[in-house]
């Protein structure tokens, strides 16, 4: 059973450009949660979806950020016109269901997003 | 909000011997869940422990253990006979009753001394 995917592991974007961040979660897992990791800081909550809906946004910028998990395939969070300041590492998690979520997450290996 | 406050940014211990580190949070509930994740060097986060907030008895897995002071909010992580696979940064984290999403302290980098 193959853990939370996430890819690319690294990515580079000159400023301006499109970064899209994929999440395959684990099997039979239809949540999935997205943070983000500025460099020496903790994880800061962005979103949480479940198939075809977003649950909680609250921590996602109001420009720029938008997220979706579709009813196939992986969750994207995507990036436009990246700046300096979207670089850091970018988590995705996920749980089977609401509840187990008490359980902790599984999360993914990150992205590394850097932006020139 | 709730808030999580690791206050050792660093900390290091020779091998074979035990170590503390400190997390304390914030919170007006009475029911929630705390977390210790370890992510080493490849990025990965790793869950070390959990704890449930309305079980008075600390939770313990092999070398890892917790002191859960509920009226204290504070919920520290003990690790004995320390590895060198020990060597990670270590996060506190909070999860609410029926919330979504975790609550992280800045982490403690953990150095561990041959």
């Known amino acids: 059973n193959a853990g939370v995917m996430q890819n690319p592991r690294h990515l580079v974007r000159r400023r301006g450009q499109e970064a899209r961040l994929r999440c395959s979660p684990m099997k039979g897992h239809s949540h999935v949660y997205w943070y983000r990791q500025l460099p020496e800081e903790g994880l800061k909550f962005m979103v949480y979806?479940?198939?075809?809906?977003?649950?909680?946004e609250s921590g996602m910028p109001k420009e720029r950020f938008s997220a979706e998990f579709p009813k196939e395939g992986p969750s994207i969070l995507r990036i436009q016109q990246v700046v300096r300041g979207d670089s850091a590492a970018y988590f995705c998690a996920s749980s089977p269901d609401r509840a187990r979520a008490n359980y902790g997450y599984t999360f993914g290996s990150g992205t590394r997003l850097t932006v020139v | 909000a709730q808030t999580v406050t690791q206050s050792q940014p660093e900390m290091s211990v020779q091998e074979a011997e035990t170590v503390t580190l400190s997390c304390t949070y914030d919170t007006s509930e009475s029911d929630y869940y705390l977390f210790w994740y370890k992510q080493p060097p490849s990025r990965q986060m790793i869950l070390v422990i959990r704890?449930?907030?309305?079980?008075?008895q600390n939770a313990t897995e092999n070398r890892f253990s917790v002191n859960f002071q509920k009226a204290a909010k504070s919920f520290s992580l003990k690790i004995s006979d320390s590895q060198l696979g020990d060597a990670a940064m270590y996060f506190c984290a909070y999860l609410g009753q029926g919330a979504q999403k975790l609550v992280f302290g800045q982490g403690t980098r953990l150095t561990i001394n041959p």
């Open positions: 704890q449930e907030a309305y079980k008075q």
């Open positions: 979806l479940q198939k075809e809906n977003i649950i909680d």
